[in-house]
């Protein structure tokens, strides 16, 4: 088993910055996917982001891309997403995941966190 806590959400203006931190916790991290994934008021649950175990590769959804970033800390067990210019349509409740393989695919990932609140005000 692998928990995850994620933490980091909260309220920011349009253009603002968040950094949204996961904490893993049960077995080893480093053999780990690292997803972000968010589901915003009635949507489906969308991916954002992963990182491969060692941090040397990462994916973005291409809503994300050149404004998320995604990082991971092998020797603290942590992961993380830097957000730049946010906007409203970023607003939704991300969550983090912990998968063996690498995946954008939600249902295909093992372990999940309880979920951060970020909100973009306009």
């Known amino acids: 088993q692998v928990q995850l806590v994620e933490s980091g959400g909260g309220l920011v203006q349009t253009g603002g910055s968040l950094r949204l931190s996961c904490a893993a916790s049960g077995r080893t991290f480093s053999n780990y996917v690292m997803g972000w994934f968010r589901q915003g008021p009635g949507k489906d649950r969308e991916f954002v982001a992963y990182i491969s175990t060692w941090g040397t590769s990462a994916y973005y959804a291409d809503s994300v891309k050149g404004r998320f970033t995604i990082s991971r800390d092998n020797a603290k067990n942590m992961a993380y997403l830097q957000m730049n210019s946010l906007k409203p349509e970023d607003t939704a409740v991300y969550y983090c995941?912990?998968?063996?393989?690498?995946?954008?695919?939600?249902?295909?990932?093992?372990?999940w966190g309880q979920g951060t609140q970020v909100t973009v005000s306009s």
């Open positions: 995941a912990a998968d063996s393989s690498v995946t954008t695919l939600s249902h295909e990932y093992d372990y």
